[in-house]
């Protein structure tokens, strides 16, 4: 297959009007975290044990279209000694991989961050796709401060995920291309709108710049959102917000948007996501989600490393997907919770 059809049917695969993207990728530290809430220790073992869970949803293949896996989990094998992304494939859930690795403050922009992981991509990415990954995903991250993001912190952000993307689509490998304007911080929304628009312009631009397919990406953008120590916003503001900025961005061959959550907690991104889809009912690109803590937090809460609760975890993941899916369609209620 050339890469140009790998590329148009792992899209095809992913993109539809009623299903979203599971984020399962967390890093070591942050997976350490969240397991840490719970009190599990972060073993290989409990790694892959909460992911098999996961991705053996009976039923989950019906809102979940792809899933973005760490590294150690694409070796990883469930509890019937299938390796983890085929796993995902027989409920015809796409696996896709997180490429990018750490984040270090970008030097001649204080304040600014830029995301490592380039040197090696390609080679990397050939491994990765022997086991099977169709889709990858870089984030690079945008705190928010009176003189941040500068214009240099967006210009570096940019084209780091430009030349990422287009390394991606040269070995027939869908990038997820994700600028997250971050939500820990005392910004109101309007400001969250400026730079979300300044960030996703210069997004673009790069695109442009190095040849990479529009039709053949999508994106991962943040919903516009005041910080968290503002006042919450309605879904109807946030709504308004977040469509008016990608419609002044986002060119229409871009298939699918599907926002990460960014923190908001998991019936606060559905409701969101649900305005959104019924506000922008004729959008020129689907309006999806990329969700990962809004998707395995209630999982997380119940499973609590017991597998005696891996049936009602499993089920409380399904819910939150289920939610969701009718959040594509607007037909979403918070009485349904
Ligand atoms: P959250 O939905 O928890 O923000 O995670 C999405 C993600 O993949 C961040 O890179």
Request: net charge negative; proline share 6%; with cysteine.
């Amino acid at each position: 297959m050339s890469t140009q059809s790998e590329l148009q049917q792992t899209i095809e695969d992913m993109v539809d009007d009623h299903r979203g993207i599971l984020a399962a990728d967390e890093s070591h530290p942050t997976i350490a975290k969240r397991f840490k809430a719970i009190n599990v220790e972060s073993t290989e073992e409990n790694r892959r044990v909460w992911r098999s869970l996961l991705l053996t949803t009976p039923g989950l293949g019906d809102y979940i279209s792809g899933t973005i896996l760490f590294e150690e989990t694409l070796g990883q094998k469930g509890e019937e000694g299938t390796l983890l992304p085929q796993v995902a494939w027989k409920q015809k859930i796409v696996p896709g991989i997180k490429v990018d690795k750490d984040t270090a403050p970008l030097s001649g922009a204080p304040g600014d961050l830029i995301t490592r992981g380039l040197d090696g991509l390609g080679e990397q990415l050939q491994g990765y796709k022997t086991q099977g990954a169709r889709f990858a995903k870089w984030r690079e991250v945008y705190p928010i401060a009176r003189h941040n993001p500068t214009p240099l912190g967006r210009q570096a952000n940019a084209e780091m995920l430009a030349r990422y993307a287009a390394i991606c689509q040269e070995l027939g490998v869908v990038p997820i291309v994700e600028p997250e304007v971050l939500m820990e911080c005392e910004h109101d929304i309007g400001r969250c709108a400026e730079v979300t628009e300044q960030v996703l312009h210069a997004v673009f631009h790069a695109l442009h710049q190095h040849h990479v397919s529009l039709e053949h990406m999508i994106l991962k953008p943040n919903m516009v959102l005041p910080g968290k120590a503002c006042r919450r916003a309605e879904p109807d503001e946030v709504a308004a917000a977040t469509l008016r900025v990608l419609r002044r961005t986002v060119p229409a061959a871009v298939p699918s948007i599907n926002f990460l959550s960014g923190g908001q907690d998991d019936e606060e991104a559905t409701a969101n996501l649900n305005s959104i889809n019924q506000l922008g009912g004729n959008a020129p690109w689907q309006l999806s989600i990329s969700y990962g803590r809004a998707l395995q937090q209630p999982a997380l809460r119940t499973w609590i490393g017991k597998t005696e609760n891996s049936a009602a975890a499993q089920q409380a993941l399904l819910k939150r997907a289920r939610l969701n899916s009718l959040a594509r369609t607007g037909e979403y209620d918070p009485s349904m919770e």
